[in-house]
């Protein structure tokens, strides 16, 4: 079956820095495009980053850009989302997701504070 398996959440400091990985299993990974997302409490889910298949190339949210970095190792069927300069407003659960039939994973919890 397809699973998304999150992590490398926590609490950081503002302007601190957190790598989130997501691990693909279930289908052809390297075939599809993968993104993230994120949702914070009392708001919608919203996109912030994707990338397409090959890695080639990737798109962000305007409020991340600059910040983070999505990338892909398709031999190791993982995604990952590296976040620098975060802020409190980063703050969220963080989930993946493939374009396989739109699996979702269980997400991350990310907590931007000092």
């Known amino acids: 079956q397809v699973q998304l398996v999150e992590s490398g959440g926590g609490l950081v400091q503002p302007g601190g820095s957190l790598r989130l990985s997501c691990a693909a299993s279930g289908f052809t990974f390297s075939n599809y495009a993968m993104s993230w997302y994120r949702q914070a409490p009392g708001k919608e889910r919203e996109l912030v980053a994707l990338?397409?298949?090959?890695?080639?190339?990737?798109n962000y949210a305007d409020s991340v850009k600059g910040r983070f970095t999505i990338s892909r190792d398709n031999a190791k069927n993982t995604v990952y989302l590296q976040m620098n300069s975060l802020k409190p407003e980063d703050t969220a659960v963080y989930y993946c997701?493939?374009?396989?039939?739109?699996?979702w994973g269980q997400g991350t919890q990310v907590t931007v504070s000092s």
């Open positions: 997701k493939t374009n396989f039939m739109g699996y």
């Open positions: 990338i397409t298949s090959a890695g080639g190339s990737t």
